[in-house]
């Protein structure tokens, strides 16, 4: 079955158990796929791209909560 990786790089869980933080380094800053089988588990990000995230995300529940009124 074919799966959309989204993301440039990819891993296997026993890559990450064996050294996480290399692992996560390995996406330059970026996500890290992790497979499990050869098919997508989750995806694995820095805590900076993750706060840029969450920063995104609520500026744009501002907007969209400001638009309504």
């Known amino acids: 079955m074919a799966h959309l990786i989204l993301a440039d790089i990819t891993a296997s869980i026993s890559e990450l158990k064996r050294n ?9 800053g970026s996500a890290v796929a992790i497979l499990n089988r050869n098919e997508p588990a989750f ?4 805590a900076k791209r ?3 995230l969450v920063f995104i995300a609520t500026q744009y529940l ?8």
Do not use: H
């Open 43 to 46: 995806y694995c990000i820095p």
């Open 62 to 69: 501002r907007v969209s909560v400001a638009l309504q009124f």
């Open 20 to 28: 996480p933080i290399a692992t996560v380094a390995s996406g330059e």
């Open 50 to 52: 993750c706060l840029y």
